[in-house]
């Protein structure tokens, strides 16, 4: 293998790591804030970790840019959309977990 190939490798199985931690934080966490929080940092960071990888298995060229453009924008749209989601929670009365209370 190539060392592009092995650093683009790299990145691909650390985006896929975070998304698997993302979605073992959503069954393990008790409460829609817990979840949300686990689920919306482990998707940012996977996402820009695999579309990195992307990047460096593309090479420079036209696409490059496009995945750059691309990972820009989820890194401002993907926490702004949690915590849309998270005010929307709190606005509508959902309250958030506390100790020694049943899980939902």
């Not at 008790?30 to 593309?58: N, S, W």
């Not at 696409?63 to 993907?78: E, M, P």
Request: aromatic share 14%; proline share 4%.
């Amino acid at each position: 293998m190539l060392p592009i190939e092995i650093l683009s490798t790299i990145f691909l199985a650390g985006g896929a790591f975070f998304m698997i931690a993302g979605t073992a934080g959503l069954y393990k966490f008790p409460d829609f804030y817990t979840r949300l929080h686990a689920t919306g940092k482990c998707d940012t960071m996977g996402q820009v970790l695999i579309i990195f990888g992307c990047m460096i298995y593309e090479g420079w060229s036209y696409i490059t840019i496009k995945l750059l453009l691309v990972s820009a924008f989820y890194l401002l749209a993907g926490p702004a959309g949690t915590h849309a989601l998270m005010k929307a929670g709190y606005v509508t009365g959902i309250k958030p977990w506390k100790k020694g209370d049943q899980r939902n």
